[in-house]
């Protein structure tokens, strides 16, 4: 170790924290957005406003990525203390604080703005220019952007804030009086040639907590240009001496050469600014075990990523301040990179974490829980697409319950032509009635299903038809929350008749606060028609179990690569795993793959083995 680290002073203003009374910063706090819902061209949006504001900025700034655990014992609190349903209420409530004691992790994302007051006149004034420059940057392409202030200030500073940093041969910081974690940092020595944009999303996916710091310091062009000069006459230089001795390993030094000139290229055609660009990723867990995984699992992924890394070994207080954002970078691991480079380290594009809404599972991939009001989205409907047996119906039914205890006062109306969902509504209260040819039909219940006399009858089709006209008049007039779940909707959709109903439905259902739940068993009952896309195209949310087979019109659709169509070839289901895969999305809200679960009460309702309403 070079040395112990001293705490800096920290002064907490309104608007800014004063540091040692020698600089200031300001902190804006960028929501995130999900990047993996983005098709190309939003991607590519993203990517070329993040370079003009890397181009653009005078000054230097960090940008931190923090991970912090959180949890759904709010949002449990919140089921708990509704009405009616105690039992399912009570256990959905424990299930959502097991996930919760299971590790919720979410990430948020924060810019540090800086001034030192020696370099201005009025730090002050210098400080809220680069805010205003740096914010309205940010929120002039979708991002929204919130400046700390007051009390949200002081509490990014007592999270961030190690007032007795304790350093370590392996770790930039121990458990102490006043932080009670490690802290172990590595930062990037070296990248591929190619990574795709928002990379870091990768290391922030990594089970654990994980923080990545992106420092960003501008360069005049000349200084960049005479150094960059001076490396090409070094490698020149080198790959000469070389090729003298009759060395032929000149493979790295004329890649060098090649980036080199490359770079020189983009600053002479004005096509990117120079920057001094650095990644320090910091790995942070309350025990040694925890943090050894964690460091593990994240040396694997940027292995994976073919990016290399290294430990600051005797520097770790040095990768103190490199992690602190009231600390200068003292670590100083950048490198010169241009900025169409480091845009690809856009680092807002992580899932952002609700607490409200329907638990529909839990992300495969980072363990986030997927919780969504669908009442808020522009289209309130959904489609639920798999074979049989892949859990669509399943989560159809928890989909259900779980609606019920969140949704004051809901009315579900169910059209269930596999005689499948009886046992469940009547054990939660509602009635049951038989579908008849050419019958009148009262809702007069808050709970309602509907099933055909005997599967499989020709007449069924018509009489279909004529109920869920019914159910769309009925709630036309009705603006209260409504859940509508139509299992088996292949029978309507390849019935003309059903098709255009099902259309002018979906179509209008969010006007009147209806949710329509379309579940069937192959994408290409809606692709194989015209009406049937179009009902796709006014579904806001599709959840896409294992597919025994993807028709060409499905994978058009979709627009399904060859891995994407294997992945949903090959989810599980329930039968197989005890759970559920899907693949659930939902425009500007969500796109991943979830694993779906239930509380035993769940199951013993939805299996049909729980009978009663005391047993809910």
């Avoid at 990517?47 to 504001?53: A, M």
């Avoid at 990430?107 to 809220?128: C, D, Y």
């Avoid at 992690?323 to 380290?345: C, K, V």
Wanted: glycine content about 6%; hydrophobic content about 35%.
């Amino acid at each position: 170790m070079k040395g112990v680290v001293r705490a800096p002073c920290l002064k907490i203003k309104s608007k800014a924290v004063l540091i040692d009374r020698k600089a200031a910063i300001a902190v804006l706090k960028v929501a995130p957005v999900y990047l993996d819902m983005k098709n190309e061209a939003e991607q590519s949006a993203f990517y070329k406003f993040y370079q003009e504001l890397l181009d653009t900025i005078s000054y230097p700034v960090q940008i931190h990525s923090r991970q912090e655990r959180t949890g759904l014992d709010g949002y449990a609190d919140q089921v708990e203390q509704g009405t009616g349903y105690t039992g399912i209420r009570s256990a959905y409530a424990d299930y959502c604080r097991r996930i919760s004691e299971e590790g919720v992790v979410e990430s948020k994302h924060f810019v540090i703005i800086r001034v030192q007051a020696n370099q201005h006149e009025s730090p002050g004034r210098a400080l809220h220019r680069r805010i205003r420059e740096v914010g309205n940057a940010l929120q002039g392409n979708d991002l929204e952007v919130t400046q700390l202030t007051g009390t949200g200030l002081r509490r990014f500073a007592e999270k961030t804030y190690d007032p007795l940093p304790e350093v370590t041969r392996r770790f930039c910081t121990v458990p102490n009086d006043g932080f009670n974690e490690f802290r172990r940092l590595v930062y990037i020595k070296d990248y591929p040639s190619e990574l795709s944009l928002g990379w870091p999303l990768q290391l922030l996916r990594v089970d654990g907590l994980v923080d990545i710091t992106q420092v960003l310091r501008p360069v005049s062009v000349d200084r960049a240009t005479r150094k960059l000069r001076q490396y090409v006459e070094k490698m020149d230089a080198e790959i000469n001496a070389f090729l003298a001795h009759g060395h032929q390993g000149v493979n790295r030094l004329e890649r060098g050469l090649d980036d080199a000139e490359w770079f020189l290229d983009l600053l002479a055609d004005q096509k990117s600014r120079p920057l001094q660009y650095g990644v320090y990723i910091t790995a942070h867990a309350q025990t040694q075990n925890q943090i050894e995984n964690t460091v593990n699992r994240l040396k694997s992924r940027l292995r994976s990523l073919r990016i290399q890394f290294e430990d600051p070994g005797f520097r770790n207080d040095q990768a103190y301040c490199a992690d602190s954002p009231f600390h200068r970078d003292r670590l100083n691991q950048t490198q010169l990179t241009p900025s169409l480079s480091a845009a690809t380290g856009f680092p807002f594009g992580t899932q952002p974490f609700e607490d409200r809404g329907v638990l529909y599972g839990t992300d495969i991939e980072d363990r986030t829980p997927v919780l969504l009001n669908r009442f808020n989205w522009d289209s309130h409907s959904m489609a639920v697409i798999g074979t049989l047996g892949s859990g669509k119906s399943y989560s159809a039914q928890l989909e259900l319950l779980r609606s019920i205890l969140v949704y004051p006062e809901l009315q579900v109306i169910v059209v269930d032509p596999k005689k499948e969902y009886k046992s469940l509504i009547e054990a939660l209260g509602g009635e049951n009635r038989v579908i008849n040819p050419g019958e009148r039909y009262s809702f007069d219940k808050q709970l309602l299903s509907f099933e055909v006399s005997q599967r499989g009858e020709f007449d069924n089709v018509a009489a279909l038809v004529n109920l869920v006209q019914q159910v769309y008049t009925h709630t036309s007039k009705n603006t209260d929350k409504t859940l509508v779940l139509i299992d088996e909707a292949r029978i309507l959709l390849e019935d003309d008749a059903g098709r255009h109903l099902l259309n002018q439905f979906v179509l209008e259902a969010r006007d009147i606060n209806t949710a329509v739940h379309l579940v069937t068993q192959s994408g290409s009952h809606f692709t194989d028609f015209r009406q049937g896309s179009d009902i796709l195209d006014h579904t806001a949310g599709v959840l896409l179990f294992r597919q025994k087979k993807v028709s060409d019109s499905m994978a058009d659709y979709f627009e399904l690569s060859p891995g994407q169509v294997s992945q949903l070839l090959g989810l599980r289901s329930g039968e197989q795993a005890g759970y559920s895969e899907a693949v659930l999305q939902v425009p500007n809200v969500v796109n991943t793959k979830i694993r779906i679960r239930s509380t035993e009460k769940e199951h013993r309702l939805i299996d049909h083995t729980w009978k009663g309403l005391e047993a809910a």
